[in-house]
């Protein structure tokens, strides 16, 4: 669910900056997107997300990324899902990550 979640949105991204609006314009609408797609995602994401509870990783987060087969230059975000500001954090950080990757070419 995520996966498709980012997905969307930084497909979004791509064309939004294909199509020559600022990084203002695209930040805004991108944002919102964000918003909305969490706001329905929020009550599942427990079932999919390694959760810092009260600030508190369970796993070393080397561990995570061995298990997980993530490569070094993918970021890991910390973030408490049963939190919506948190979660909101970890997609904005996504997210700006993309539009940066866009920027570059």
Do not use: W
Not at 24 to 40: E, G, K, R
């Amino acid at each position: 669910m995520l996966t498709a979640a980012h997905r969307t949105l930084y497909q979004q991204v791509m064309d939004l900056t294909a199509a020559g609006r600022s990084s203002q314009d695209i930040a805004t609408i991108v944002t919102s997107s964000a918003s909305q797609v969490f706001d329905l995602l929020e009550p599942a994401l427990a079932n999919y997300a390694v959760n810092a509870f009260e600030g508190k990783v369970e796993h070393d987060l080397d561990d995570v990324r061995c298990a997980l087969d993530v490569a070094e230059h993918v970021p890991l975000i910390v973030f408490d899902a049963r939190k919506t500001g948190s979660v909101r954090d970890a997609l904005l950080a996504v997210l700006e990550r993309a539009l940066a990757r866009a920027e570059a070419g």
